[in-house]
């Protein structure tokens, strides 16, 4: 385990982890190439046209969506081709399989064919429309070799979890008759399984590559400009300037920092190596040990996805399988996402409290003004995206669009003032650098959704093989297992979801599981009498998806953090999952409790009263697990601190107990409120 120092690159065993990215990949040399020659150009080249083509169709371009899908796959698969080798290091002499600074004859050949492949729904539209069911050599060909180049592009881009997931399903289609007992199935021809996974809008072209390609691409691209522009860097020095100066502050400022990053990023290692190199020195500095400043870092980054407006890729596919407008997902997401905040602030709070922290003194730390209105620029795009979303109600397409023009015009321009207001002259070479920065956003979008789109496109196959007929007995086969009981249900969700994201990104993560499981945990639920509304079922498996980011052994962000700080990663990625299980309960509490999704919640005043007692029953729950309160606890005081949780999270259930109408369950809060006060009140007492 390697790391620089704070204003140079970290690295993971050696491997340079370049934080300059934007928000979709880490960039890390011997895994992404740097060719030389003029084929340095082509790559990048590539991806500022797959943006171009992206924001054309945004806008001018009307093309149809099984175009748009096609082609945007075909970009995907030229360039992970062009940019990933085929292994890190060289095996059996054949050195051109992990080739860094050439592209080989080989992998120029399988790009231009993989996309050649991604685009042959379109080329021959009309003939595979007019024999559809019955697809002839040439298309079973076409979709094989498509089949296996896309299973070797995820394993390039992804690890080989999301192919083998996607390998094993297609088999099973073909193996259901030999298959025990309830999860027998009479199978699928050759010809139907081509025709439906290759050659439809289902499959690789289903709903998952539709919103990678309508949707997710230009919020990508938005973040990545804006990054590139230089906000990042300012929501970390706006976020010390505030919060910086208390006990732990550069914890504190390290997790409002990466919640600002995470609303524009949706990704949590993109957080970690743009907010970490700054924050996790400085945690270090003021007495936090590597381990735990590390774990802060990804526990903050980690629900950067949960947080509104953008929340990752996953957030518009829950719109799209709930059937319900963006703006519903953002709404149903708020509280969770912002109590989860809350409660990590205490943390930190706690943390420094244990470890009895001094503050840092204000005149070494940035001043809040300066840095205000040196970057207040950066938050006009994003005050213009919220303001399309929420305000115009535009759709989300249309508002990334719009915040990704606004933001190109603002790095043009902003240098060219700068010089300007300094009467230095340049203004030339300002402009050129403010252009230069649009095109490095611009590729940088590009390069950033290689594995998201990849992702969706290899999802698809799992949800076009379970479409084929397979649905149902998922869903037997489920509700077997978890025998009917609703609990059992959620961790057996709970657990794969975990399991199966240490290798899959998010959205991949959030496909799978919520085709295989989200119906189960609504049928299941309304056997038992529980009425479990769709969106609280798929925001369930979201929320266990983006969790395992931080999950060991693998827990990718845990990686990226500990070689900032210094830390080995196995421990700093359990310690970041001890900090996140005040995340994990979450889910669990509004499956039982819709209230905190806000279903059926339709005044600001109850909202505020439901995300206050969110707040309040997480900061009596991390009180209990983490052992310290005002002081460190009696071994009585943390049942009573599990009780407070358990009050405020679910006043249905206790006014049920009470007696108490259920229109009137809030009257509970009360209670749990004085038995939160008395609880620190006691500790006080005990610590005079």
Known sequence: MASSRTNEPASIDGVRIDPGIGTGHLEIEGVWRRPRGGMRFVIPGIAIAWSLFQLAVASFWTLDSLSVRAVHLAFALLLIFFSRPCMRKSRLGLEGLSARDRVPIADLFLGVLAAALALYIVIDYDGITSRYGAPITRDIVVGMGLLLLLFEACRRSLGPALSLISVLFCAYAFLGPWMPGVFAFRGVSLGRFIGQITMADQGIYGTPLYISARVVFLFVLFGSLLDRAGAGRFFTQLALSILGGFRGGPAKAAVLSSGLTGMVSGSSIANIVTTGTFTIPL???????????????????????????????????????????????????????????????????????????????????????????????????????????????????????????????????????????????????????????????????????????????????????????????????????SMGNIFLMLLITAGASLVIGMGLPTTATYITMATLTAPVIVAVGGDQGLVVPLMAAHLFVFYFGILADDTPPVGLAAYAAAAIAKAPPIPTGIQAFLYDIRTAILPFMFIFNADLILHNVDTWAMGLLIFGTACFANFAFVAATQGWFARKNKLYEAPLLLAVTLILFRPDLIARWLGIPHEHRYWTAPIGLALFFGVYAWQRFRSR
């Open 283 to 481: 945690m270090k500095k003021v007495g936090y040990p590597p381990t735990k400043a590390a774990a802060i870092e990804v526990a903050a980054s980690t629900d950067g996805q949960l947080a509104p407006p953008i929340m990752g890729a996953a957030a518009f596919i829950i719109a799209e399988y709930v059937n319900v407008p963006y703006l519903a997902v953002v709404k149903a997401a708020a509280v969770p996402a912002f109590a989860s905040y809350a409660a990590l602030l205490y943390i930190t709070h706690v943390e420094a409290a244990k470890l009895g922290l001094a503050r840092i003194p204000r005149s070494e730390l940035p001043r809040f003004g300066k840095v205000l209105f040196s970057g207040l620029h950066y938050l006009v795009p994003l005050c213009f995206l919220i303001y399309q979303l929420v305000i115009q109600r535009r759709t989300p397409e249309a508002a990334a669009f719009t915040a990704c023009w606004v933001t190109a015009v603002l790095m043009l321009i902003q240098h060219p003032l700068k010089a300007w207001a300094g009467r230095r002259g340049g203004l030339r070479e300002a402009f050129r650098r403010g252009a230069g920065e649009v095109l490095e956003g611009l590729a940088g979008g590009g390069r950033n959704m290689i594995s998201v789109g990849l992702a969706t496109a290899g999802a698809g196959i799992i949800v076009g093989v379970v479409s084929l007929g397979l649905g149902g007995l998922i869903t037997e086969a489920i509700g077997a297992l």
